[in-house]
């Protein structure tokens, strides 16, 4: 084995064991302790399935089960260190669980049931927790913030900790800030003994529908789905310009539909898709930062959207198919203009697509997977035309999904004419794998959700009017101002934090007060658009220096440094931040009252075009190297064609007349194509044969 291909190699262990610790795998256990962690992490995905047709529970008692599995999961999952620091082995074991984490695991389980367990008395003496509450109270928060220590890293635990310190240090702090604090009671009764702080809407949502949705995505990876989709988008894309980084946008598309995990998403898709970039010319950096954009967005396209798409649909109280209609038109105008950067990028280095036996067959591909695709048909016919409710829809697509796994393997068996038996166990086995693989990718989002839920029980206690305060005089009340720091706090908070954290900490403690400041500016802006902002923003942490996951796992497959990569990244994924700029300010790019097709259609066109536009600008590259003069223009046809109305208004035209002035943005549009065309065929050649023409 040569030495690339070991580098190679390394590369993509690094990368698993990133995507590993991300979907909960930490120790090993060897010996009857192995068999722990996956029975506890199968029962509590048949607890789930059993949920939405064959158990009623009440949503209290459905949370803290939910809650207390995951507990569960991490302490016997995850040791207190990863590493034996100051020599303490006994702490970072990775092939045993130590006796002490089976007592907490089961201290954290008990703390967890508490509420349901004593559910009538707590009731009687709501308002009045006795010491037997506060002490237990007390121990769930320490042991859940340690527990999202353990799977999430230590920012969403400082970021609590700072807010439980602010309820009870409020009155010492400065009047700007200060805070007429709480009580120890009145905290542990909002936090631990009511559905407003852990045991709240974000932590229902993780339980009642989430957890359904990322269980199917794990069964669709363990049956060869993800691979699937890859093939397919190299069978129809591949022989294209620039084809692999065509079928890598394509591939982590229809993965992110169901995995909600741009790490995993990239060891998914990532290990075919970037060394096929690098093969065809594409620099190491550029075929990770594809790669890493690619799967960053997965998450933004409807009708799934990872977990908080739920959570914004029980914020906004809205149905959930709402949620997948406002983000329809920014979702997949964002992919559109990461397919034209790709196309820009092969020109730019002269990347030709593969040849025709490097492609596999597209018919023979459709049909080989085909069957993958049919528990998809079924959750979108099950959310989109009978109009389920999510968990409902979700679970009809596995039981679908299920049958497929149990058929998959008997069937290869008896085509290619092997073991029978040994295919029927293997398909047992298949399924045992998935339900426990949906449970640990579980485990982080039930975390995330359950430590955000303190931070949002905090706000509730009275902090969510001293912060719109606080936020209107840092932006001086105004509305673009607002928009800039939230943009920037989601980034940066979102660079510790699952992206279903960064969206809760952000939405609650922003959207109210986005729509409040704007509301005092004359500006509409519905909830769902505020809500949908601190959404992207939270995604497009993903890949922001300096931490910047998603890159990291991207660069140690493609053998690039970390930091120019995720740098690479977010200059593609600028054309993915001005979006949510520009629906706040345009809620008909998230269809806000538009209810005719052919409307919606217009406004996607248009909102693709103007994406384009915005991509050329930020690329230098259009049908030629762009000259520092066009760049403005560039920008100018991006503002018209995503904001007809402000351009209808600075000419005078009445507002039924405003997709006119899309004329305007096309007309510009055409005359720049017009006048790089006449700059000769020289000038669309790629930049190093243009380099080298200048110093003949």
């Known amino acids: 084995m040569s030495k690339l291909e070991v580098e190679y190699d390394d590369g993509i262990d690094h990368a698993q064991k990133m995507a590993d610790e991300e979907a909960g795998i930490g120790r090993r256990p060897e010996g009857w302790q192995r068999y722990l962690i996956p029975t506890i992490a199968i029962c509590w995905s048949l607890f789930q399935l059993s949920l939405p047709k064959f158990v009623l529970l009440d949503t209290t008692y459905v949370r803290a ?20 620091y100051f020599g303490l082995k006994y702490f970072s074991q990775h092939h045993r669980i130590p006796l002490l984490d089976i007592i907490v695991a089961l201290v954290a389980v008990y703390c967890s049931l508490y509420l349901i367990i004593n559910m009538d008395a707590i009731n009687s003496r709501y308002g009045s927790p006795i010491l037997a509450d506060v002490i237990v109270g007390a121990l769930l928060v320490g042991l859940l ?26 009155p010492y702090m400065p009047d700007v800030i200060a805070f007429k604090g709480t009580s120890i009671n009145r905290f542990i009764g909002q936090m631990t003994m009511s559905t407003e702080g852990i045991y709240g809407i ?39 310009k620039g084809g692999p980084a065509k079928a890598a946008i394509m591939g982590s598309g229809l993965t992110g539909l169901v995995s909600g995990s741009s790490i995993a998403n990239i060891v998914t898709t990532g290990t075919f898709t970037i060394p096929m970039m690098k093969e065809v010319g594409y620099p190491p950096t550029k075929a990770a930062a594809i790669e890493v954009a690619a799967s960053t967005d997965g998450q933004l396209a409807p009708p799934i959207m990872g977990a908080a798409a739920f959570i914004i649909a029980e914020y906004v109280n809205v149905p959930y198919i709402e949620v997948a209609k406002a983000a329809a038109i920014p979702a997949f105008a964002s992919y559109a203009a990461l397919f034209y950067i790709s196309h820009i990028e092969a020109s730019k280095l002269g990347i030709k697509g593969l040849q025709k036996n490097q492609v596999p067959s597209f018919f023979k591909t459709l049909l080989g997977g085909f069957h993958f695709l049919i528990p998809l048909f079924m959750l979108l016919y099950e959310l989109i035309i009978v109009r389920h409710s999510p968990e409902l829809a979700a679970f009809n697509a596995i039981m679908v999904l299920g049958v497929i796994m149990l058929i998959q393997e008997p069937y290869r068996a008896w085509r290619d004419k092997t073991d029978m038996k040994e295919a029927c166990k293997q398909s047992v086995i298949n399924i045992l794998a ?7 990718n579980m485990v982080a989002v039930a975390l995330a959700t359950a430590a955000a839920g303190i931070i949002v029980g905090v706000v509730a206690l009275g902090l969510g009017n001293l912060i719109a305060e606080i936020i209107d005089i840092l932006s001086m009340g105004n509305i673009f101002m607002m928009l800039v720091i939230t943009a920037m706090a989601c980034l940066l908070i979102g660079m510790g934090l699952p992206t279903t954290a960064t969206y809760i900490v952000m939405a609650a403690l922003t959207a109210p007060v986005i729509v409040s400041i704007g509301g005092a500016q004359g500006f509409i802006v519905p909830l769902i658009a505020a809500h949908l902002f601190c959404f992207y923003f939270g995604i497009l942490a993903d890949d922001t220096p300096p931490v910047g996951l998603a890159a990291y796992a991207a660069s140690a497959i493609a053998k690039s440094p970390p930091i120019p990569t995720g740098i690479q990244a977010f200059t593609y994924d600028i054309r993915t931040a001005i979006l949510p700029f520009m629906f706040i300010f345009n809620t008909e790019l998230i269809l806000h ?21 915005f991509a050329s600008a930020t690329q230098g590259w259009f049908v030629a190297k762009n000259k520092y003069w066009e760049i403005p223009f560039f920008l100018c046809i991006a503002f018209i064609l995503m904001q007809p109305q402000r351009i209808a ?48």
Request: hydrophobic letters at 55%; a positive charge.
């Open 65 to 84: 089960i939910h809650l207390a599995f995951a507990m569960a999961l991490v302490f016997l999952n995850y040791p207190l260190l990863k590493k034996p």
């Open 145 to 170: 913030m340690e527990a999202a220590r353990r799977t999430i890293g230590p920012a969403l635990p400082v970021i609590g900790s700072l807010f439980i310190a602010y309820c009870f240090l409020g």
């Open 202 to 240: 974000p932590l229902d949502v993780s339980a009642t529908i989430v957890f359904l949705f990322v269980l199917f995505g794990a069964m669709l990876d363990k049956a060869g789905g993800g691979y699937y989709f890859i093939q397919l988008a190299l069978s129809l894309l591949g022989r294209f």
């Open 434 to 440: 998935a339900l426990a693989a949906g449970a640990r």
């Open 593 to 613: 009252n538009v209810y005719s097709w052919s409307q919606g259609l217009l406004i996607f066109a248009m909102t693709c075009i103007g994406n384009f536009a």
């Open 649 to 696: 208004q600075l000419l005078g035209m009445a507002h039924e007349q405003r997709y006119y002035t899309y004329l305007i943005g096309l007309a510009i549009f055409g005359l720049l194509f017009i006048f790089q065309k006449m700059r000769g065929p020289e000038a669309a050649l790629p930049l190093a044969e243009q380099k080298l023409l200048r110093t003949r």
